[in-house]
């Protein structure tokens, strides 16, 4: 079982920056893919950003691509979501998802998919002004 909070998110002016965190609990942090999605007002739940156990590969959706970047510390049992250039449309709830190590092939080729994560946060909101 890991649990999962998220922290960070607040109102922006379009242009500026936040950075998210997700504590995990539970001491097997270090063995589970971890991803972030986040979910606009009438809008789906979308992928926004994965990142493999070890660290050593990560994946973005292209709307954000070059702005954010996902990043974890498992000694401190966090991975972290850094968003510069904000725009208006990146408004919205943002969560972070854990799901068990999975071979590599498999991931590369799911990451982006809801159903792979088993385990979400309750979300933290974000808002940019334009």
């Known amino acids: 079982q890991v649990q999962l909070v998220e922290a960070g998110g607040g109102l922006v002016q379009a242009g500026g920056s936040l950075r998210l965190s997700c504590a995990a609990s539970?001491?097997?942090?270090?063995?589970?893919?971890m991803g972030w999605f986040r979910q606009a007002p009438g809008g789906e739940r979308e992928f926004v950003a994965a990142l493999r156990w070890s660290g050593d590969y990560t994946y973005y959706a292209d709307s954000v691509k070059g702005r954010f970047t996902i990043s974890r510390d498992n000694a401190k049992n966090t991975v972290y979501l850094q968003m510069n250039g904000l725009k208006p449309g990146d408004t919205a709830v943002y969560y972070c998802?854990?799901?068990?190590?999975?071979?590599?092939?498999?991931?590369?080729?799911?990451?982006?998919?809801?159903?792979?994560?088993?385990?979400w946060g309750q979300g933290t909101q974000v808002t940019v002004s334009s």
């Open positions: 539970g001491r097997t942090f270090s063995s589970y893919d």
């Open positions: 998802a854990a799901a068990p190590a999975m071979g590599s092939k498999y991931y590369s080729n799911n990451y982006s998919s809801r159903e792979v994560y088993d385990y």
